[in-house]
C-alpha cells in the first residue's frame, strides 16, 4: 500500500521554480530518511536529493546541488523539495521515497510520482 503522496508538480519557464510535498498517511515520516528521485523521458530513474531523520542533514546529486532544496516536517508527516533556477532538462517524473539509511541511501518506499516539465 502506497503512503507517500507527492503534489505540486507543474509546468514552469526556465529559471522559474516550484515546490514539491510529500504527504505521508498511515505512517509516520520520522522513522525514516527520506529522498526524491526522478526519471526523464527515455532515462532511468536517478538519486536527487535526501534528508536524514531530524532535518539537520542533506545531500545532492551534482546537477541540483545549488539549486535544489530537501526539507522535512515530521510534525507534519511531510516531506518538501523546493526547486529554484529551474532548467529544461530538470523536466522528469518526481518521486518521493524513504528508506532507512542516510549514507549509502536506498529508497525502499515510492510515491506515485508528479510530473515536472520546465519551458525553454
Known amino acids: 500500500v502506497q503512503w507517500l503522496a507527492e503534489s505540486g508538480g507543474g509546468v514552469a519557464q526556465a529559471g522559474g521554480s516550484l515546490r514539491l510535498s510529500c504527504a505521508a498517511s498511515?505512517?509516520?515520516?520520522?522513522?525514516?530518511?527520506m529522498g526524491w528521485s526522478r526519471q526523464a523521458p527515455g532515462k532511468e530513474r536517478e538519486f536527487v536529493a535526501a534528508?536524514?531523520?531530524?532535518?539537520?542533514?542533506?545531500y545532492y546529486t551534482d546537477s541540483v546541488e545549488g539549486r535544489f532544496t530537501i526539507s522535512r516536517d515530521n510534525a507534519k508527516d511531510t516531506v518538501y523539495l523546493q526547486m529554484n533556477s529551474l532548467k529544461p532538462e530538470d523536466t522528469a517524473f518526481y518521486y518521493c521515497?524513504?528508506?532507512?539509511?542516510?549514507?549509502?541511501?536506498?529508497?525502499?518506499?515510492w510515491g506515485q510520482g508528479t510530473q515536472v516539465t520546465v519551458s525553454s
Open positions: 521515497t524513504a528508506g532507512d539509511s542516510y549514507l549509502n541511501y536506498v529508497p525502499q518506499y
Open positions: 498511515g505512517r509516520r515520516i520520522a522513522e525514516y530518511v
Open positions: 534528508v536524514n531523520w531530524s532535518g539537520g542533514r542533506t
